[in-house]
């Protein structure tokens, strides 16, 4: 299983449209939208978890494409650093 992250999302994205977006790859096995607190609009990204092959079918075909006139930033999550600029041990 992959997590894949989603950049540069309008703030009315919902998670029915990603979920559309990415079946188109394959089956989305869990998708979180980051959202404003006060709002509860969308802060512009978010991850989906997909199988590993239609995960990397996914950031193909959908990384760069646009998304009502922003284009999407599509690719694997990256392991979170610490503030020195190494990894995150866990």
Known sequence: MKTVFIGNLPSDTTEQEVT????????VHGLRLTRDVFSGLCRGFGFVKMEGHEARAAIGGLNGQELRG???????ER????????????
């Open 79 to 90: 392991a979170p650093t610490n503030a020195r600029g190494g990894r995150r041990h866990r």
């Open 20 to 27: 559309d977006l990415f079946s188109a790859y394959g089956r």
């Open 70 to 76: 922003q284009r999407l930033k599509v690719n694997e």
